[in-house]
C-alpha cells in the first residue's frame, strides 16, 4: 500500500473517470452558432487539474496542452463530459489524457468523441517553484 503523509494520500482512481459534466448553453456559442472552442479548453484545463488534484494535493500550473483537434461541433443542450485519466507521473509533473464526448439529445440520443488531449501540470509551492509531486 502507499506509503500516506498527513496533506496527502495517494490514491488510485479507475483508470478513465469523468471530472466535470457540463450542459453548454447560448453564452458559449461562437459566430457559427456553436461551442466556442476556448470554452472547452478552458473546461479540458480544469478537468485535468481536477485529475491531477486526485493523484496528490498541491497546487498545479498547466505547463502545456498537447495538440487538440476538434473532431465534431458541440452545440448548446450538448451534456459535455470531461473524462480524464493519469497518463504519467513525474518528478514534480502529472501528465493528464482528457477526452471529450458530447452526448446529443436532438434527435435520436447518441454520444460523439469531440476531442482529446493531454495535459501537464507542475506541482508548485507557495513561491510558484515546482515541488515534487510526492515526497521521495
Known amino acids: 500500500m502507499p506509503q500516506q503523509t498527513p496533506n496527502q494520500v495517494r490514491i488510485r482512481p479507475p483508470a478513465t473517470c469523468p471530472a466535470i459534466r457540463v450542459v453548454m448553453m447560448p453564452r458559449d456559442t461562437n459566430a457559427a452558432n456553436t461551442i466556442f ?3 472547452l479548453l478552458s473546461y479540458i484545463d480544469q478537468a485535468g487539474f481536477v485529475e491531477a488534484r486526485r493523484q496528490a494535493n498541491h497546487r498545479y500550473v498547466t505547463v502545456s496542452m498537447r495538440e487538440v483537434v476538434f473532431h465534431e461541433p458541440v452545440f448548446v443542450g450538448d451534456v459535455v463530459s470531461f473524462n480524464c485519466e493519469t497518463a504519467r507521473i513525474g518528478r514534480t509533473s502529472i501528465t493528464v489524457r482528457v477526452t471529450v464526448v458530447a452526448d446529443r439529445y436532438t434527435g435520436p440520443a447518441r454520444s460523439i468523441k469531440v476531442t482529446e488531449a493531454e495535459v501537464v501540470f507542475v506541482a508548485i ?4 517553484k515546482p515541488i515534487p509531486v510526492f515526497d521521495d
Do not use: Q
Open 125 to 128: 509551492d507557495e513561491d510558484c
Open 37 to 39: 472552442g476556448g470554452v
